[in-house]
């Protein structure tokens, strides 16, 4: 018998038999039962009442007081603290976050942000569309009393996403009073961060209301404010680019051919003065061509100018003896209007089709031809001959900044808006039975978008046809508007304060040209979803024997929309590189490719589709004997065509072997189908450095899969506990097996496998033979014997069902409440240890993508899951005395290897200076934080009055080869923060 097989039959059978087992342990003594079902409270990982921390499943608890004692004001910095979470996302570095900036998230176990359910108030919350994953950021945390942690998978109780695990945002319960609330960070380098709420309850007879509101600031920290960002480019390379401005350009003589090579304003030193260098970009082993590099990274920013605020009510009606009635709704969003990128992005191709180099050309007649010549050519060059010149390598803004933004940034940006309302009623049919049915419905919207080059509006403004106004064909008359590209058009570096000695007042290009050639990339993004809970739970006896039960249904419908944000951005309305052509859809077998218009982003189809999701559960949970208690719990789930149905059972246990040890243990079988926006859709474009060229940022489009198959995971774990008057402490062993996890189609695999060899400056040679050619798109949109790594355009990935999966490790948790001298002392130490994340070889289609491996340990930067850190770890001690308090706080997070860094060879190398090995070992990260309030009673109201500082020593993050040179899920890039909060209660 199959072991899922077997699984099911003990999760239905093996608390029956149990009861009837135990049916001569009868036990007769009716105020021991009444005390056993008293004060019954749900909790976290189980529909019957009364489960705590201490019982079969590996739940944790963290009330309101101690997050207030450890200065945790939000449900992002309350991730951050649990070592059992991986990754999160949340902090707005867009190298990270990619197209989710100003989204939190949870990640348990590492398995990645959309397998943790998050609950709020018990039920499902608001999602980031699309993502299957719920939006933390939108949680009103000023309403909380309470979080539960589940570290255990619970899809057989909530459905297919708690796969991972569970995390329970619990409010305040018949709050009576107002609370008022602000605090400011002071952090350096930025206008800090600042928040604000108001709480306010009463009881009015039967009825209970709750409202609130809040609102969290981020201000805008530079990249530029922190030292560690500006790692040199012999050191770090990543953050740096050859696609610059001052561009290398090639004059041409019609009939003639190429008279000239050199970089914009050479004759100047333009380049250096302007805080790039002078470097090589090699096209084979023995030629190179002349470049300026310049590090795009002192354009952004480490956290993005951003609000979010919620506001939140709850009311509870008691409608009689044994019926009452709860509802809840919440409003939230978040704006980040103009977040900072790289000035503009570098052509990966234009009007010609793929391709970075000679993508555009520049005739002699835009108005800074002249200059551009006399700038970066000697006296006497054949290139004053010219009558145009293509454009080798360049991008239309960089060290000289975009004139649209007073620090050069480029624009992007953000905007999430939710509501939920939840609703329901509660009956009590008698002593031992009740039901619960409860409405849910949630509505999400999110609009992302970055802007990027037209580029068949940038040539023709290269060609003076340009601009809103433009009629005719004449150039720079009749409303038409030359684009001047060259070095001479910018007075310097807005970021950095240098001056450019080559800039010609007058030569500036027009801010509306600019808002012509320069539109938004993105889509505007909505989930609905309506959720019905109906479900019973109470005891009974049966053989003499007391049986704890939960059983219901469940029924849930997603509706999820994704529109392009424009025409530019919908492949329907904007498909060829040039504007109002459609021949590129002629013929699939030429080379006039689909591209879309930009110079670097792609497009996003319109995905419009829906799921529906009815479920049936049921729980039982019997004490057999003295101290040893049994759940088995089982659930249903059909998800219609494609995807089908599944059957989950589970089978937990704990037996308190000793007034002061138990043991505890838990196995199930768990299910995760694929998300509607998994299914369908063939236009999602994201961009990433990719290795084998170097680290040049290509785009990736990651499509649809209807033949995607469920994912399905074994979960176990097994636990000791042990509690002795105030003191107590666990350890679990967990473990989680992984079939058909859901991937995209490896995009650094993919790229090396194309272009395999030693060197991965982007110079090796393509092999045109190997079957992953199919998934690439090169310039010109050809592959031959001169196609190189640095001839990627764009890479072709869908979303597939990937390797086998194996994670497994250790949670140990040590906690103390009790006196220590005059003091009130609470303490707590948690720690996870990763000892396994394998990885199978990932075969698709008979195609080998990647080999297995082992991620625990490492960075994983250009694989899955991300950075997995061996140990994480993290406490605290509080020590109260009349009205103050002081509390310490620590978070430990291991330090990886550099998966990327070769055994035998050196990590990267540039063209220019060799090898190097930076952050070979991505080091740990300690941050020692201490806070303390002190009451105090002013008109009328009790005060608090709360001070902290953050990162105590001020730490720097470890080093790390990516664009920021620091990993963003190790070290914390604030710096020291001093803290200050007041809060008003009347």
């Given at each position: ?39 019954r ?22 009330g ?38 100003g ?38 945390f ?19 996403d ?53 609102w ?104 009689g ?31 010609l ?36 010149s ?9 060290l ?23 609703a ?27 802007r ?16 809103p ?5 004449t ?10 590209p ?45 959720i ?27 509706e ?9 951005s ?21 080379n006039?490719l689909p ?32 101290g040893f ?11 219609g ?35 509607p ?11 990433e ?82 079957p ?15 196609t ?5 355009s ?8 990937g ?84 509390t310490?706080?620590?978070t430990?997070?291991?330090g990886?290897?550099?998966?990327r ?40 109201a009790?005060l608090?009055?709360?001070v ?39």
């Open positions: 018998m199959k072991t899922k097989a077997k699984l099911m039959l003990s999760a239905v059978c093996v608390p029956l038999m149990l009861t009837a087992t135990a049916a001569a342990q009868e036990t007769t003594d009716a105020a021991q039962a009444e005390s056993r079902n008293a004060d409270i749900v909790v976290t990982g189980s529909y019957i009442r009364g489960r705590g921390e201490d019982g079969a499943l590996p739940v944790d608890v963290f309101a007081q101690e997050l207030d004692n450890r200065g945790i004001d939000s449900p992002l910095e309350f991730m951050k603290t649990l070592p059992s979470v991986g990754p999160v996302m949340g902090d707005s570095n867009q190298y990270a976050a990619g197209t989710e900036q989204v939190g998230s949870i990640n348990l176990r590492s398995l990645g942000r959309e397998r943790t359910l998050v609950l709020f108030n018990g039920r499902r919350t608001i999602s980031s569309p699309g993502t299957g994953s719920t939006d933390t950021n939108l949680i009103p000023f309403a909380i009393q309470r979080i539960e942690v589940l570290k255990d998978g619970a899809a057989s109780t909530y459905g297919s708690a796969i991972a695990g569970v995390a329970n945002f619990v409010t305040y319960d018949a709050f009576e009073g107002v609370e008022v609330s602000g605090s400011y960070n002071f952090v350096d380098g930025s206008d800090g961060n600042y928040q604000a709420s108001v709480l306010a309850g009463d009881s009015f007879g039967a009825v209970d209301v709750m409202v609130g509101a809040g969290q600031r981020r201000n805008e920290l530079p990249n530029t404010e922190r030292d560690f960002t500006q790692a040199d480019y012999a050191v770090n390379p990543t953050g740096y680019s050859f696609l610059s401005n001052p561009g290398t350009y090639l004059p041409i003589i019609p009939g003639f051919g190429v008279v000239g090579l050199g970089v914009d304003g050479a004759q100047l030193d333009t380049c250096n003065a302007m805080g790039g260098f002078d470097g090589l970009f090699p096209v084979s082993p023995t030629t190179a061509y002349p470049v300026c590099r310049y590090s795009y990274v002192d354009f952004t920013n480490l956290v993005e100018e951003e609000d979010r605020y919620q506001i939140y009510g709850q009311i509870d009606v008691e409608l003896s044994s019926t009452s009635f709860h509802a809840e709704a919440i409003y939230a969003g978040m704006e980040m209007i103009n977040y900072a990128g790289s000035p503009s992005y570098p052509p990966v191709q234009g009007p089709g793929p391709g970075s180099a000679n993508a555009f050309s520049v005739p002699a007649s835009n108005p800074g031809y002249a200059t551009f010549l006399s700038q970066t050519f000697p006296a006497g060059s054949p290139a004053y001959l010219s009558s145009l293509n454009i080798l390598f360049f991008r239309p803004f960089a000289g900044g975009n004139p649209l933004d007073e620090r050069g940034a480029g624009l992007g940006s953000a905007e999430n808006e939710a509501w939920r309302i939840s329901g009623f509660e009956h009590d049919f008698s002593e031992n039975l009740r039901a619960e049915l409860y409405a849910t419905a949630i509505h999400s919207n999110r609009k992302n978008a970055v990027d080059f037209v580029g068949d509006r940038l040539q023709r403004a290269l060609n003076g046809l340009g601009g106004d433009c009629s005719g064909t150039p720079g008359a009749n409303g038409c508007l030359y684009f001047n060259f070095i001479n058009s910018a007075p310097g570096h807005p970021t950095l304060g240098l001056d450019n000695p080559a800039y010609v007042a007058g030569n500036e290009n027009d801010l509306d040209l600019i808002n012509w050639m320069y539109q938004p990339s993105g889509t505007d993004q909505t989930e609905d979803q309506f019905l809970d109906l479900i019973f739970s109470g005891y009974d006896t049966v053989f003499g024997q007391q049986v704890d039960y939960a059983f219901g249904a469940q029924y849930r419908r997603t999820y929309e994704s529109l392009p944000a424009n025409v530019f919908d492949p329907q309305g904007f498909p060829c590189a040039r504007e109002g052509v459609t021949t590129c859809l002629d013929d699939p077998n030429d006039d591209i879309g218009p930009f110079i670097f982003l792609g497009q996003y189809s319109t995905v419009n589709v829906e799921q529906d999701v009815y479920a049936l559960f049921a729980e039982a949970l019997i004490e057999p004997f003295d208690e049994v759940t088995g719990a089982v659930r249903y789930e059909d998800y065509d494609p995807v089908g149905s599944t059957f989950n059972p589970k089978l937990s246990a704990r037996w308190q072997v000793t007034d002061r040890v138990a043991l505890r243990a838990s196995v199930g079988d768990t299910f995760r189908a694929p998300l926006s998994d299914l369908e859709g063939d236009g999602l474009t994201l961009v450095g990719i290795d084998a060229a170097g680290g040049a940022f290509k785009a990736n489009q990651i499509a649809g899969n209807r033949n995607l198959a469920p994912e399905t995971a074994l979960t176990y774990n097994f636990g000791v506990l042990f509690q002795a008057g105030g003191f107590s402490a666990s350890v679990d062993y967990w473990n989680y097996d992984f079939e058909g996890r859901f991937t995209e189609l490896p995009v650094q695999a993919i790229a090396s496998a194309v272009a395999p060899g030693p060197v991965t400056d982007g110079t090796q040679a393509v092999n045109c033979a190997s992953f050619v199919e998934f690439v798109v090169f310039a010109g949109g050809v592959c031959d014997a001169s190189t790594a640095n001839d990627i764009r890479i072709l990935v869908q979303v597939v069902n390797p086998d999966v194996t994670t497994n490790g250790f949670d140990f948790s040590l906690n103390y409440d009790g006196d220590f001298g005059p003091y009130a002392f609470s303490g707590g130490l948690n720690a996870t240890y990763t000892a396994e994340y394998e990885f199978g070889e990932f075969v698709y289609e008979g195609l080998t993508f990647d080999g297995a491996y082992d991620a625990a340990g490492f960075a994983n930067y250009n694989r899955a899951p991300g950075t997995v850190s061996p140990w994480r770890a993290s406490g605290f001690a509080s020590f109260s005395r009349g009205r103050y308090n002081a310490y706080s620590v430990y997070i291991d990886v290897e550099d998966n860094c070769p055994s035998n060879a050196a990590c990267t190398q540039t063209p220019e200076f060799g090898d190097t090995n930076f952050a070979r070992t991505v080091e740990s990260y300690t941050q020692h934080d201490l806070t303390g309030s002190v009451d105090l009673s002013a008109l009328g009790d608090q009055l709360q902290g500082v953050e990162n105590m020593f001020d730490t720097d993050p470890p080093a790390a080869r990516l664009e920021l040179s620091y990993d963003p899920y190790i070290g914390n890039p604030l710096g020291r923060v001093y803290r200050l909060g007041l809060t008003a209660r009347f």
